[in-house]
């Protein structure tokens, strides 16, 4: 027993170590090109500062590093048990007695905590950093560091009115019944020009949206320079349909694992089709278990007694090609959860499901061996 605590921690240190090498390895050639893409995008702006440029390249990498973590476990598990194959401690190991599912439990434990660390800590952290993200490229976008910020909290849209005008609207509540769009609660119109400056604005305690019309209730219409103007009633023309309010829902991907369900909650109870941020949740909710298969998957290919020559490259090139493969599937697998062609929790446990199954079964069968 004593032998095996031992065991377990010098792999699963090798382990940590090399995942912790690997990541931090992708994450700065990552964060070069898009370090040079956010200096291409930003030539010749005198309005956009070195610490601007700094923030968008930083940011900008939220978006891969959920999609890296899976292919960063499979890498950072390869060139572990490639190193015990080396040096024969697998051999080792294997010979006192010590089953393949018994030299990989602990490194499936640490793995799984690990994916449970990434969506329960990390994933928030990414999710802010990819809606600052969005706002640095609206920023960027509107030719004005200092444009005005925008939550992305509840429901909000943005319209161009014309080539010097946008219209924003921002609502707490919003319900639909059917295929239209019948009120919104709490809702704000704004009217900002090619300067990021706000020329007017309406704040209306309840709305109702027909065909392309806003009817306000209870409105305050505040234009620049000038005092604030009640009114009980009042008409706003917009190119605006409940179909462009539904397109324009904030993505999944800004929102946290923990502010996922409530989002979900909020869009139900509106009416809306909440299946983009179901898929989303139920992905994080499997990530861990992903994580695992990509370990055991890396474990088919590189766990042998002798790896030598041009086996070992072999090897490589298949797993890496398996990986690929893996998230390719699960891509189209996506898609068509997304549009509705299978239910939801098919689509994202599907890819998870055949790896975890496939490399189980190879494993069995080694250990037979």
Known sequence: MKFFDILSRYITKQLIGNFLMVFLAILGIILLFDSIEALRR???????????????????????????????????????????????????????????????????????????????????????????????????????????????????????????????????????????????????????????????????????????????????????????????????????????????????????????PDTIAFYESSGFSARMHWMRYLNLLLSPFLLVGMLLMAAVFMLQNTLRGSAIIWRVVISVATGFSIYFLSQVVYAFGVNGYIPVWLAVSVPTIIILLTSISLLIRTDEV
Do not use: C
């Open 42 to 260: 930003v030539s010749g702006r005198e309005d956009v500062n070195l610490w601007f440029t700094a923030q968008y390249a930083v940011t900008r990498i939220a978006k891969t590093v959920e999609i890296v973590i899976p292919f960063v476990v499979m890498v950072a598990a390869m060139i572990t048990f490639w190193k015990l194959s080396k040096n024969n401690e697998f051999v080792v190991i294997r010979t006192s007695g010590v089953s393949i599912f018994g030299f990989l439990r602990p490194l499936i434990i640490a793995i799984f905590i690990l994916g449970l660390i990434n969506i329960t800590i990390l994933n928030p952290i990414t999710s802010k950093l990819f809606e600052w993200h969005q706002i640095l490229s609206y920023q960027l976008t509107s030719h004005n560091p200092n444009a005005v910020l925008f939550s992305s909290k509840g429901l909000w849209i943005r319209e161009a009115i014309d080539d010097e005008h946008v219209l924003l609207i921002q609502a707490k509540t919003v319900r639909q019944e059917k295929d239209n769009l019948l009120w919104m609660r709490d809702i704000s119109i704004t009217e900002i020009n090619s300067a990021s400056q706000i020329t007017e604005s309406y704040e209306a305690y309840f709305a109702t949206l027909k065909g392309k019309t806003f009817h306000l209730k209870d409105v305050k219409k505040m234009t620049e320079g000038k005092p604030v103007e009640k009114m009980t009633d009042y008409t706003y023309k917009t190119s605006i349909d409940s179909q462009r309010i539904k397109e324009n829902f904030i993505e999944p991907d800004t929102i946290s694992f923990w502010q996922l």
